[in-house]
C-alpha cells in the first residue's frame, strides 16, 4: 500500500511538471482552433438550434422496441393484467422523449431555412402523437417480417429466437420505425436512427425505401437499400446484396439532382442471392423472378426469370 502511494504522488509530481512545461502553449494552440471555425471549408454548428441527439435516439430505439414487442425486452415480466400499465408507462415516457427529439429536429430546420419558428413545440407534440397511432400497423408489418423469417430460414427454431436475435428482424424495426417518421417529413431523425441499426449489424436500409410486408433478410451482412428502392411484398434477400443507383444526374451546374428515383424497383416474391448487385432507377425485378449470387444487373428483368451466372471453371491442382 505505500509503495502505491509513493507511486500517486510520483505520477502526481510529474503530471505537474508536464503541465507547467506545456500548458501555455493550449492558449495559442486554442486560439488556432476558433479562428478555424471562421473558414467556411471547415464545419461547426454555431448559432444554430440544437440538434437530435444520437445517445436519446438509441433509448428511444430501446423503447420503441419494448412497445412493439411486449414482454421481449427489459428486466420485468408482463402479463395480460399488468399490458395496460406497462405500455402505459412506455408510451408515456416514448412521447416524452420522441417529442422533445422532433420539436428540436423542426426547429432546428425552421433556423436552418432562417424561417420564423412559431409553433414548433406544438407541431412536435403532434407529429409524435402521429407517429403513436401507427405504433398496431408497424407491429403488424413486423409481424409478416417475422413469420417470412421463419419460413424461409430453417434454422430458426422459434419466433422468439427470431425477434430476440436475427440482425435482419432488428433493421427492420427500426427501418420500419424511422420510415414513418420520414414519410411525416421529420428530418434527420429517420436517418440518424437507421444508422445506428447499420452500425450494429451491418445493414443499411435508408428510411425512405419503401418495402412491403413479408419481408426476409437472411444473415444481413453488407446489405444496402438505397433511398428510392421499392420493394415488393414477400421478397427475399441474402447477405451482401446491394440495391443502389447507376449513376448521380447532375444539373448544368454540375452539382447533383436530389429527389429523382435512383435505385432499383423488386416485385413481388423476388428472391435475391448472396452478394448481387442490382442497379438503377429504371431497373425493375419482375414479380417471382430468382437472382442468382454475384451477378450485376443493370437493366430490367422479366417476371418468372431466373438470372445466374455461368459456372465457373475450376481447376484443381495437387500439393507437391
Not at 432546428?108 to 413545440?121: A, L
Not at 430458426?156 to 440482425?167: L, M, Q, R
Request: proline content about 5%; charged content about 25%.
Amino acid at each position: 500500500m505505500e509503495k502505491t502511494s509513493t507511486e500517486q504522488r510520483r505520477c502526481t509530481i510529474l503530471n505537474s511538471m508536464v503541465d507547467n512545461i506545456y500548458s501555455p502553449e493550449i492558449p495559442e494552440i486554442v486560439d488556432l482552433v476558433v479562428n478555424s471555425c471562421s473558414d467556411r471549408g471547415c464545419f461547426d454548428h454555431l448559432e444554430a438550434a440544437v440538434i437530435p441527439s444520437r445517445e436519446a435516439l438509441i433509448e428511444i430505439i430501446d423503447l420503441i422496441k419494448d412497445i412493439l414487442f411486449p414482454g421481449y425486452f427489459g428486466d420485468q415480466t408482463v402479463d395480460r393484467n399488468t399490458l395496460p400499465y406497462h405500455l402505459g408507462n412506455e408510451i408515456t415516457e416514448l412521447f416524452r422523449k420522441l417529442s422533445e427529439q422532433i420539436t428540436n429536429s423542426i426547429i432546428h430546420e425552421c433556423k436552418r431555412c432562417d424561417e420564423e419558428c412559431t409553433d414548433c413545440i406544438d407541431q412536435g407534440h403532434e407529429e409524435t402523437l402521429r407517429f403513436l397511432r401507427k405504433i398496431p400497423d408497424i407491429r403488424s408489418m413486423l409481424a409478416s417480417d417475422i413469420i417470412a423469417t421463419y419460413e424461409g430460414d430453417p434454422a430458426a427454431k422459434n419466433y422468439d429466437e427470431i425477434i430476440f436475435s436475427y440482425p435482419g428482424i432488428f433493421a427492420m424495426t427500426v427501418y420500419r420505425s424511422a420510415h414513418e417518421l420520414h414519410k411525416q417529413g421529420i428530418s434527420i431523425i429517420p436517418r440518424i436512427m437507421t444508422e445506428y441499426a447499420h452500425s450494429v449489424v451491418g445493414i443499411d436500409i435508408h428510411p425512405g425505401a419503401k418495402i412491403g410486408k413479408g419481408f426476409f433478410i437472411d444473415h444481413g451482412t453488407g446489405v444496402v437499400i438505397g433511398e428510392t428502392c421499392e420493394i415488393g411484398d414477400n421478397v427475399r434477400i441474402y447477405q451482401g446484396v446491394t440495391l443502389g443507383s447507376l449513376s448521380f444526374p447532375k444539373d448544368e451546374l454540375g452539382k447533383i439532382i436530389r429527389d429523382q428515383k435512383r435505385h432499383p424497383t423488386i416485385e413481388d416474391d423476388v428472391i435475391i442471392y448472396s452478394n448481387a448487385t442490382i442497379l438503377g432507377g429504371d431497373t425493375i425485378i419482375g414479380t417471382r423472378s430468382v437472382i442468382g449470387g454475384n451477378v450485376w444487373i443493370t437493366k430490367s428483368v422479366p417476371p418468372d426469370t431466373k438470372v445466374i451466372i455461368e459456372e465457373p471453371r475450376l481447376i484443381f491442382k495437387e500439393k507437391k
